[in-house]
């Protein structure tokens, strides 16, 4: 089986920083991909940011200059450090990750999601 659970969401003032951590755990071959979302209440889940197949990254309009999406050692940790935050980030964020299962198959896996809520 394979995990990802997030965590480091919590409550912060706007224009304050935080960084959520996400961590793919279990059997498997190899992390293709791994992405961030979030969904505010109310709202669908949007997409907000992701490594390229070229080893670059890619972020959301509405994050991009604050969010910086990295991995961690050990490499099946990655990081999305959040600064200068507004309070339109309010969200449960929560990381994606398809992995190559060790019988050679495509699996996309999700985690329960951490909160961030950001006070004006």
């Known amino acids: 089986q394979v995990h990802v659970v997030e965590s480091g969401g919590g409550l912060v003032q706007a224009g304050g920083s935080l960084r959520l951590s996400c961590v793919v755990s279990?059997?498997?071959?190899?992390?293709?991909?791994r992405a961030w979302y979030r969904q505010a209440p109310g709202k669908q889940r949007d997409w907000v940011a992701c490594f390229t197949s070229g080893g670059g990254t890619n972020y959301a309009d509405s994050v991009k200059g604050r969010f910086t999406i990295s991995i961690g050692n050990p490499k099946n940790t990655m990081y999305l450090q959040m600064n200068s935050l507004k309070p339109e980030d309010t969200a449960a964020y929560s990381c994606k990750a398809v992995v190559t299962t060790l019988q050679g198959r495509s699996l996309e896996v999700w985690g329960q999601g951490t909160l961030v809520t950001v006070s004006s």
């Open positions: 279990g059997s498997f071959f190899s992390i293709r991909y």
